[in-house]
Each structure stands twice: as structure tokens, then as C-alpha cells.
């Protein structure tokens, strides 16, 4: 599938067999496609001044962001991996073309596609305002308004840093990330942003594979707007996610597609920072909770207080807008989430859709993640972690992979430990 992605002004030839997809703008025709058109207003209100390559960056990931909407998987020969050819609109062509290769590994890691990009003139080059506001925060950190990133907010905030909180707004979750905002710290600069894709005859459901690149391109945009890097110094991007789910092996052999996602896998999260560094752009990308489960976030906590008013306001469940904004209690992120509440000790008053795991009749039978993960235990049990694991850490860009794998174990251990409370065999 080849997608043609540039602001408005660009004069879209009309490709016989391409996507045209307009970047910050609406598309003027229905066969046209359209991403971010209310960014460069948000920031420009704001009077916010990134830098160039960081708008380069935001480019290309809206332009990621809509072919992943775009491309339907069942049409590809294998029924899963599809091959994207993508021209996108950016501000310094010539850098970007000889970054092609890393760029397309990128990609390819983060959705299991084939990339080939392309990079054309014609991107936005926003006017620096006149009066710049220079954010004095000393980091920046995304807020998603699930539960490991409000634990990293306070945490930072606990030890006495001050964020500027960023935030892709989704749908059921945008209030609560401007509340939680506001609790922390007495309140933080924080910034919300929807990219507002759109694409004619989207896949269905639609594609979140490449979710994150679009969240860390805010996060990089706002990085490059802080006095402290105006002033020549670099920025600490904070991506906050346990490390089970940061690692998300595959439980079965059946989830090696769409159900094991690689949003901040430390290999995506590491080939982000090359690039970054080769476009001198001085932001670093951390997970401070890579060699955390989610309990031991829990546990450790730096604002107990505010972590037990507010974390089951907290958002983990993949299918929250399924249920009309309910956690349905049996996905793999809330059932993480619930082992991590009892690994904790600390009380868990989510209202769950499915409450008991264990339950023995006809709706058991949509029970897939709760028996995916009584099989991953069961194969660790026989055969031992290292065996189940099997290739999901063998790659040298990871280096010592001893901790990740410790990391896993302890990650289905508290898995085991809800599981076993609920009787599930």
C-alpha cells in the first residue's frame, strides 16, 4: 500500500494506486485521508517553540499513524503482515533519506510490517512565535491515564521533579489525565494532543500497533520546548510501563500477532534513541520501570496517599470502550493489573466486568487471555522460563537479557498468584 503524507498546501498529484493523507490539516475530499490537523494550532496557542527535526519526527509518525489505520492485514498474503510504501513531507529531506534504513527497522520491529520510506520537502516549518514560553520543567513525561504512568508522575514528583506531563487523548481517558494532572505536585504543565487520523475504509477493528510512536513524538515535541533545552542541555523523556507488559512475551504460540505489542519494548524504545541522536536532537527516552512489574510499581510507590485515592481511577483495559468504559477483568493488561493489586496488598475497587476468573460455564468460553496465560504458566512449570521464552529476547541490541528474563518471571509469577486465587486450573 503506498501513502502520499504532506501538509495541505503540497499539491497531492493524485498517484494512480496512493493514499493521499493530508498531515495537520482536514482532508478536502473523501478519498483523501487526514492526521493532526489541530496540533500545530495547540502548540502555536501555546507559544511553544520546538525544534525543527522534532516536527520532522511528528511528521512521520502521524504519517505511520494513518497507514497503520489504513492497511488492512486480512488483504496481505499472509493475513497479517503488510508492506506500506510511504512518502512523507518533512522539513530537512536529505537528512531524513539517508536514515531510511533505521527508520524502516523501526517500523517494521514496532507493527511486524514491511516499510520502505521515503522523505519529501514540502513538511511544516512553523514560524518560532515572537515570545516564546519556555517551559522551566526539568523532564518531560507521558501520561496516558493508565495506571504506570500516573505511578511514574508521582514518582517523579515525589522525588522532587517537575514534569511536563504529556498526553495522547483518547476517549474516556481525557478527563481523567487532566485531573490527574492537577493533583500532582499542585498541578503541572500538561499537554494534550490527539491525532486525530482518519483514513476512507479504515481497517476494522482498527490497527494500534504503532500507537506509541505517535505518543513519544509528543513527548519529544514538548522536550524541545523547555528552557533548559533551548539553553543547550538534554531532556529526559520518561515512557513509564512495567516491565512485563514493556517485554509483553508471547504467551502462546497463537499470540505472536496483534496480542503481544511491542509499544515501549526496549529494542523499539533503543532504536528511537539512535535516531534521535543522529538527528542531534538531545531528548532521551527512558523506562525507569523496565525491571518492574507491575506490583513492584505499586509497592514502591513514592506517594502511597495518592496512589490509594486515585489508582483505580486509572485506566488498564484494552477493551475499555467495548464495555462502555468498564475494565472487562479477563484482557491481559487488566489481568496484570489485578495480580499487581494483589501482589501489592493493596485493596483493588475496579469495577471489573468479569469478576471471577475461575467461573465454569458458557461465558468462560471467552475466557482466551485468562487460558493463554494458565498455559504460559503451565509450559514455564515444565520446561522451565528460559524454554518458554524462547526467541522473544534473542537479539544482540539488548544486551545482558538476564534481568528482562527475571523481570518476565516475576511478572508471571504474580500472574500465577491471582490465577490461583480464582481457582483457575
Known amino acids: 500500500m503506498k501513502l502520499i503524507c504532506a501538509p495541505k498546501g503540497f499539491g497531492f498529484k493524485g498517484s494512480s494506486g496512493a493514499l493521499d493523507v493530508v498531515l495537520y490539516g482536514h482532508a478536502d475530499r473523501p478519498t483523501r485521508g487526514s492526521a ?14 520546538p525544534a525543527f527535526r522534532a516536527w520532522d519526527f511528528v511528521s512521520l509518525a502521524l504519517a505511520v499513524t494513518a497507514a497503520d489505520l ?28 539517508k536514515q531510511r534504513e533505521l527508520v524502516s527497522r523501526l517500523l517494521g520491529f514496532v507493527t511486524t510490517d514491511i516499510w520502505n520510506v521515503g522523505f519529501i520537502g514540502g513538511g511544516l516549518s512553523p514560524r518560532p512565535p515572537r515570545k516564546p514560553v519556555l517551559p522551566p520543567e526539568d523532564c518531560v513525561a507521558l501520561l496516558s491515564g493508565g495506571l504506570d504512568s500516573f505511578i511514574g508522575n508521582l514518582d517523579l514528583v515525589a522525588n522532587g521533579r517537575r514534569p511536563f506531563a504529556v498526553s495522547q487523548t483518547v476517549r474516556g481517558d481525557a ?17 494534550q494532543i490527539n491525532h486525530n487520523a482518519d483514513v476512507p475504509n479504515p481497517e476494522t477493528p482498527p490497527s494500534q500497533r504503532a500507537r506509541s510512536l505517535i505518543f513519544i513524538a509528543y513527548g519529544i515535541l514538548a522536550a524541545t520546548t523547555l528552557k533548559q533545552y533551548h539553553a543547550g542541555s538534554g531532556v529526559t523523556l520518561y515512557v513509564c510501563e512495567n516491565g512485563f507488559i514493556s ?32 538527528a542531534e536532537l538531545r531528548v532521551r527516552v527512558e523506562n525507569p520501570y523496565q525491571l518492574k512489574t507491575k506490583g513492584e510499581m505499586l509497592r514502591d510507590c513514592a506517594d502511597k496517599k495518592l496512589l490509594r485515592a486515585h489508582a483505580t481511577d486509572t485506566t488498564s483495559c484494552s477493551r475499555y470502550l467495548q464495555y462502555g468504559y468498564k475494565h472487562c477483568g479477563r484482557c491481559v493488561p487488566c489481568l496484570v493489573r489485578r ?11 475496579t ?34 522460563l528460559e524454554s518458554w521464552l524462547g526467541t522473544a529476547l534473542s537479539t544482540t541490541l539488548l544486551g545482558d537479557v538476564a534481568p528482562l528474563q527475571a523481570i518476565v518471571g516475576r511478572g508471571l509469577d504474580e500472574l500465577g498468584s491471582l490465577l490461583k486465587f480464582h481457582g483457575v486450573k
Open 247 to 278: 517485554i509483553n512475551p508471547p504467551l502462546t504460540e497463537m499470540r505472536l500477532g496483534s496480542l503481544s505489542t511491542r509499544t515501549t519494548h526496549p529494542v523499539f524504545l533503543g532504536l528511537i534513541q539512535r535516531l534521535l541522536d543522529t
Open 36 to 49: 493532526g490537523a489541530a496540533i500545530k494550532d495547540e502548540i502555536v496557542d501555546c507559544n511553544l517553540h
Open 175 to 191: 478527563e481523567n489525565q487532566r485531573a490527574f494532572a492537577k493533583l500532582m505536585g499542585g498541578g503541572l504543565r500538561h499537554l
Open 70 to 97: 489504513a492497511g488492512h492485514r486480512t488483504a496481505s498474503p499472509d493475513g497479517w503482515t503488510r508492506e506500506f510504501e510511504l512518502e512523507v513531507a518533512v522539513g530537512d529531506p536529505a537528512f531524513w533519506n
Open 351 to 384: 469495577e471489573y466486568v468479569y469478576g471471577d476468573l475461575g467461573r465454569d460455564d458458557e461465558d468462560y468460553a471467552g475466557f482466551d487471555d485468562v487460558r493463554s496465560v494458565a498455559m504460559a504458566l503451565a509450559e514455564v512449570k515444565a520446561d522451565g
Open 339 to 349: 495480580a499487581a493489586f494483589r501482589a501489592a496488598g493493596m485493596s483493588d475497587t
